[in-house]
């Protein structure tokens, strides 16, 4: 095994099923990690058909999530986190504006903004972020260490603090930035990232601010780092020839949502894998979100929110409409297009049959060049 991606997981193929939320769970996570790659519980209930909100309920249905995994296989695989970016109070005193810096000030909406500006700043955000407020992610780092998990998939702001953290409780740290911007990638390596996943427009999920493909996002992550750590690929990769066009633009892994929810192990409704077979790329439906844009499969909802987004609606109120994140676990636990949305990745055109995640990872890996394995 020389490739660096295999050997810091541990495993024989370095293909990683992506953190998905609710659609990740034991099944699907031991399936991958049974077939030679590496599967991901997502840090958003996964296994679960609700959202906890008590932290320390959450917290015991993850651990339960991550022993039920164990009963299923002996191979490894990770967790994912997304430390919350928390400001340092004194940090938020002083970045919001005006003479009266009453603690009423320092509301949600106040800290959102500062925290959007420091995302391009990571100097800043290395003095201003608190990482003493998030005992979820806390108790992630405690279950890892409980449960023997050896890596964790970093998705969101960077916090170099919070990669110390990971670090000294001996979890090596696979970083994704929501948004590969380069400056970024080149922080997270310095702040000591064993890896960088980089994600394309192309992708499922919560898409790159930048709007950027994966085949535009991948080579220039590979000139920011460097040959330092290896780069990952996420985004619209799905079979032997997406896995073959990331490997020959410097990938050394790939980072693989949509092919799997098309799996057998997926829990996603069967209305929904059906729709991933029937539709292609150019029929997925787009509209605005806070920050950037949602994808879904049509249906009664998402051409709603369509039409909303034509009219001139906001993003809040779009985003609103479709019942926030919830819309991910009615449309696609439930399969219910009238309350939900149907996020999928624009590789979708590839995916012809509903298959094992054992056949899919071997055919990822059929991509991927001998002397890159
Ligand atoms: C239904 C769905 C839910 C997702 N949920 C999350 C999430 O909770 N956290 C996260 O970091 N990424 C999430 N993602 C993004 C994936 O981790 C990954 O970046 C993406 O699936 C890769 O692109 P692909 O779907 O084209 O393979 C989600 C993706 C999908 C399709």
Redesign the pocket.
């Known amino acids: 095994m020389t490739n660096r991606v295999a050997q810091l997981l541990g495993v024989e193929k370095p293909i990683i099923q992506?953190?998905?939320?609710y659609?990740t769970d034991a099944k699907l996570v031991a399936a991958v990690s049974n077939a030679g790659g590496f599967g991901i519980l997502?840090?958003?209930a996964p296994g679960q058909d609700y959202y906890e909100a008590d932290v320390a309920k959450n917290l015991a249905l993850m651990q339960k999530e991550v022993q039920a995994t164990k009963d299923l296989t002996d191979k490894p695989f990770g967790l994912?986190v997304?430390p919350r970016p928390v400001l340092k109070r004194q940090a938020v005193t002083d970045a919001t504006s005006g003479a009266s810096q009453s603690e009423e000030k320092t509301k949600i909406s106040d800290i959102a903004k500062e925290v959007n500006k420091l995302k391009t700043d990571t100097a800043q955000a290395q003095r201003d972020y608190d990482t003493t407020q998030d005992p979820f992610t806390d108790g992630q780092i405690k279950i890892a260490q409980a449960e023997g998990i050896k890596v964790v998939l970093y998705?969101?702001t960077l916090i170099p603090a919070w990669i110390d953290k990971f670090h000294a409780a001996g979890l090596k740290v696979l970083f994704?930035p929501t948004t590969p911007y380069a400056p970024i990638i080149k922080d997270a390596v310095q702040a000591g990232a064993d890896a960088i996943v980089v994600?394309g427009f192309?992708?499922?999920?919560?898409v790159p601010v930048n709007v950027v493909g994966t085949f535009a996002a991948l080579p220039l992550a590979v000139q920011a780092v460097a040959g330092k750590v290896p780069v990952i690929a996420?985004?619209?990769?799905?079979d032997h020839t997406t896995a073959q066009a990331a490997f020959a633009l410097g990938a050394e892994g790939l980072?693989?949502?949509?092919?799997f929810?098309a799996s057998d192990e997926s829990r996603l409704a069967a209305n929904i894998k059906q729709a991933i077979i029937d539709y292609d790329a150019e029929e997925v439906l787009m509209f605005r979100a806070p920050n950037s844009y949602y994808r879904s499969l049509p249906g009664e909802l998402p051409n709603k929110l369509v039409a909303m987004d034509r009219d001139g609606k906001s993003a809040d109120e779009i985003w609103q409409a479709a019942g926030d994140y919830d819309a991910?676990r009615q449309g696609?636990l439930f399969g219910d297009l009238s309350k939900g949305i149907a996020?999928?990745?624009?590789?979708i055109s590839l995916i012809h049959e509903i298959k094992s995640s054992q056949a899919i990872v071997d055919d990822l890996y059929a991509g991927i060049p001998e002397n890159k394995r």
């Open positions: 992506a953190s998905m939320a659609l997502g840090s958003v994912a997304s998705s969101g994704r994600t192309d992708e499922g999920g919560t996420a985004g619209g990769i799905v980072y693989v949502g949509t092919a929810l991910l696609m996020s999928v990745g624009l590789g």
